[in-house]
């Protein structure tokens, strides 16, 4: 039977102890896959660790979370117990909000802490004006609304019998976001470091900015020239900045 620990997260093959390990949450309807393309880029000394939720992939005939606070509570019990040493926590887009409120649960939780948030392709919750996404939505909006974020793979959208599968734990990831209510509190104690695409006109510089308000620790915004919003035209870039965030935690001889 497989451990909790490689239920949840998605590791690279064997391989000599990381340093440093990359807790990376993907995008709303998307999965620990969307991930893939970036290891090779990552240096060796950094773990890539794709969470792999209910509902999909491997886990796929178990119930999805529809709720931000259950999901964050599950993911801080198995994070504590399964993940040790310098960990970073990175989320993309909808994952930042899950990224997020996961730091603030670990910060002040039994296992190791934090030591970075990494935050990519999403506005800051205090500063929310527009709601989220329905989960509700007709089908032919749903499937322009995934064509539009770009979290799921082409391979899903045009197959229609795969995609209707898929389409509820799809839709439970919108009833998490629809669920989050971000709550006032102290600011994070860990640094954070936020990127995101100079040509996405929904998230200019001075929006991202707000994060920094949500952190007591250092801040840092890293902007890419891009169009994507999912920046997965400056993989390789967005890597090598995530590298030189997490350096100061490696290990030196």
């Known amino acids: 039977m497989p451990s909790e620990s490689s239920l949840w997260f998605a590791r690279p093959p064997a391989r000599d102890p990381a340093d440093v390990r990359l807790l990376a949450i993907p995008p709303a309807g998307s999965s620990a896959a969307f991930f893939n393309d970036w290891r090779p880029y990552l240096p060796d000394w950094l773990e890539l660790i ?17 709720d931000m ?26 994952g930042a ?5 996961l730091a603030r649960l670990a910060s002040g939780g039994p296992g190791d802490r934090p030591v970075k948030l990494i935050l990519i392709g999403q506005p800051p919750p205090h500063t929310l004006t527009a709601p989220p ?81 949500l952190t007591a620790g250092r801040f840092a915004l890293h902007m890419f020239d891009s169009c994507d919003h999912l920046l997965s035209d400056r993989v390789a870039e967005i890597c090598a900045t995530i590298a030189d965030e997490l350096e100061q935690f490696r290990a030196h001889p």
């Open 69 to 94: 606070s259950e999901l964050v509570r599950a993911l801080e019990t198995v994070t504590a117990s399964d993940i040790a040493g310098p960990y970073a926590i990175l989320g993309h887009c909808g």
């Open 50 to 66: 794709g969470l792999r939720l209910p509902g999909r992939e491997s886990r796929f005939l178990e119930p999805a979370f529809d």
């Open 97 to 101: 909000f899950v990224a997020f409120e």
């Open 133 to 213: 996404v329905p989960h509700d939505l007709p089908f032919d909006d749903l499937l322009t609304w995934l064509v539009k974020s770009g979290g799921t793979p082409e391979v899903v959208i045009s197959n229609p019998p795969l995609l209707e599968v898929l389409e509820p734990s799809i839709r439970a990831d919108l009833r998490v976001l629809e669920s989050y209510r971000y709550a006032a509190g102290q600011p994070l104690a860990l640094p954070v470091a936020v990127i995101g695409a100079t040509g996405d006109p929904d998230l200019p510089p001075e929006t991202l900015s707000g994060w920094g308000d």
